[in-house]
């Protein structure tokens, strides 16, 4: 599998982030890295963000101070991730994470 990158812009999703660290983390992927980004939340999901952070190295937090948008945040992510491949996924899990390994 190739090195890659999980790009994942978050707004206001307390709600939904255990649920979707729950399903990224229980993947096998070998060498990746998760880019998180929250992106002006007030809804407490800056705090769920940076204790993920804090957890494990594979994981960094780009953190908008002001909302700037869903396509800023996408923008802002590729940007500073450190690999080729990008995966995108949302933080309301909009998408299956289950079928990263398939792409």
């Known amino acids: 599998m190739p090195l890659f990158s999980i790009i994942t812009p978050a707004w ?3 709600e939904s982030l255990p649920k979707l660290i729950a ?3 229980s993947q096998t992927f070998k060498d990746f890295e998760w880019v998180l980004g929250n992106d002006g939340s007030n809804d407490g ?3 769920i963000l940076k204790k993920i952070v804090n957890k494990d ?6 953190n908008n101070f002001l909302n ?3 396509g800023a945040a996408l923008k802002r992510g590729i ?3 450190k ?3 990008v995966v995108i996924t949302d933080a309301d899990e909009t998408y299956p994470n289950e079928l990263i390994p398939e792409f």
């Open 45 to 47: 999901t800056e705090e």
């Open 57 to 62: 190295s594979k994981i960094k937090l780009i």
């Open 79 to 81: 940007k500073l991730s």
């Open 68 to 70: 700037l948008g869903y």
């Open 23 to 25: 399903s990224l983390k």
């Open 83 to 85: 690999f080729d491949n």
């Open 12 to 14: 206001n999703r307390v």
